[in-house]
Nanobody, 115 residues
Framework: QVQLVESGGGLVQAGGSLRLSCAAS????????MGWYRQAPGKQRELVAE???????DYADYVKGRFTISRDNAKNTVYLQMNSLKPEDTAVYFC?????????WGQGTQVTVSS
């Protein structure tokens, strides 16, 4: 079983930055993909960014050039550095981890960007 704890959300003005963290704990040998998704009110959950164990990154078009995903395999932690935030980035951000043929989700952290 894998538990995920997210942190780093909050309120920021447009143009500002936030850094999200997601730490995985439990009986873990080797986590495969780690990623961030978000869900705005009334909308479906969507991919923001994902990173493989080997460091291959994939970004949604709307965050390319502004967000950076990274991970620390020794700490089983994934990060999302968000720069140049826009009001439309306001959402609950969820961490997702793929491990042992299962997917695990964090509880979500609210990011609010004011104009």
């Amino acid at each position: 079983q894998v538990q995920l704890v997210e942190s780093g959300g909050g309120l920021v003005q447009a143009g500002g930055s936030l850094r999200l963290s997601c730490a995985a704990s439990g009986t873990i040998l080797s986590i495969n993909a780690m990623g961030w998704y978000r869900q705005a009110p009334g909308k479906q959950r969507e991919l923001v960014a994902e990173i493989t164990r080997g460091g291959i990154r994939d970004y949604a078009d709307y965050v390319k050039g502004r967000f950076t995903i990274s991970r620390d395999n020794a700490k089983n932690t994934v990060y999302l550095q968000m720069n140049s935030l826009k009001p439309e980035d306001t959402a609950v951000y969820f961490c997702k981890v793929s491990y042992s043929f299962r997917e695990y989700w964090g509880q979500g952290t609210q990011v609010t960007v004011s104009s």
